[in-house]
């Protein structure tokens, strides 16, 4: 009975962790989705800006 309880804790521990580093993971991805489209907002401006002052 005690086993079956350490490796019930156990296994919910390692679950836990796991979930953490999905939510790590999906944190991450976001940061990087939203670096990426500010730079392409970025990118988009200074092109619109350059369009502009160029016409």
Same mark, same amino acid.
């Given at each position: 009975l005690f086993i079956e309880h350490a490796i019930y804790v156990a296994l919910h521990i390692i679950s836990k962790a &796991? +979930?953490?580093?999905?939510?790590?993971?999906?944190?991450?991805?976001?940061?990087?989705?939203?670096?990426?489209?500010? &730079? +392409?907002n970025l990118a988009s401006l200074l092109a619109s800006l350059h369009n502009k002052y160029i016409q």
């Open positions: &796991k +979930l953490q580093n999905m939510i790590r993971f999906i944190e991450h991805a976001i940061y990087v989705a939203l670096h990426i489209i500010s &730079k +392409l």
